[in-house]
């Protein structure tokens, strides 16, 4: 990731965290909505719980952002827990969607399209990580 596009991840978050609760509830009913077979995933899972769970995996990944190292050593356990979950390489996709729509509620028009394609790329590095720890867990 660019500097800058490091930069963008890091200042949206410091707009977004304050709403993190209700950004979360979001991330959760737009992912529910786009993809029925994740939220079979989360049948027995208290919401509340996981819902502090998403929360603080994205506090720790803007954390990150700038020291790959701890990015991709974070990203690739998490990976590997999420391929435990039946975490699949479709809800990948799904994920992303609606992590971007739930941002784009959260800092409505501070979600410029930069700021857009910058959690993009984040999001793409995470999950590029977290897919390939997964394969390696399941073979």
Same mark, same amino acid.
């Given at each position: 990731?660019?500097?800058?596009? !490091? #930069?963008? @991840?890091?200042?949206?978050?410091?707009?977004?965290? $304050? *709403?993190?609760?209700?950004?979360? !509830? =979001?991330?959760?009913?737009?992912?529910?909505?786009?993809? $029925?077979?994740? &939220?079979?995933?989360?049948? *027995?899972?208290?919401?509340?719980? #996981?819902?502090?769970?998403?929360?603080?995996?994205?506090?720790?990944?803007?954390?990150?952002?700038?020291? $790959?190292?701890?990015? @991709?050593?974070?990203?690739?356990?998490?990976?590997?827990?999420?391929?435990?979950? =039946?975490?699949?390489?479709?809800?990948?996709?799904? @994920?992303?969607?609606?992590?971007?729509?739930?941002?784009?509620?959260?800092? =409505? $028009?501070?979600?410029?399209?930069?700021? !857009?394609?910058?959690?993009?790329? &984040?999001? +793409?590095? @995470?999950?590029?990580?977290? !897919?390939?720890? &997964? =394969?390696? +867990? +399941?073979?």
């Amino acid at each position: 990731m660019s500097p800058e596009a !490091r #930069q963008m @991840v890091k200042e949206s978050w410091a707009l977004a965290a $304050p *709403a993190a609760e209700e950004l979360a !509830r =979001g991330f959760y009913a737009r992912l529910f909505e786009i993809d $029925p077979d994740a &939220a079979r995933l989360f049948a *027995a899972t208290d919401m509340d719980a #996981q819902r502090d769970k998403f929360v603080a995996m994205l506090v720790a990944i803007v954390a990150a952002v700038d020291e $790959p190292r701890v990015l @991709v050593a974070d990203a690739a356990a998490l990976g590997r827990r999420h391929a435990g979950y =039946g975490a699949a390489p479709p809800h990948y996709a799904s @994920v992303g969607e609606a992590l971007l729509l739930a941002l784009a509620t959260a800092l =409505g $028009p501070a979600f410029t399209p930069e700021v !857009r394609a910058a959690w993009a790329e &984040a999001y +793409t590095l @995470v999950a590029a990580v977290m !897919r390939r720890a &997964a =394969g390696a +867990t +399941t073979r």
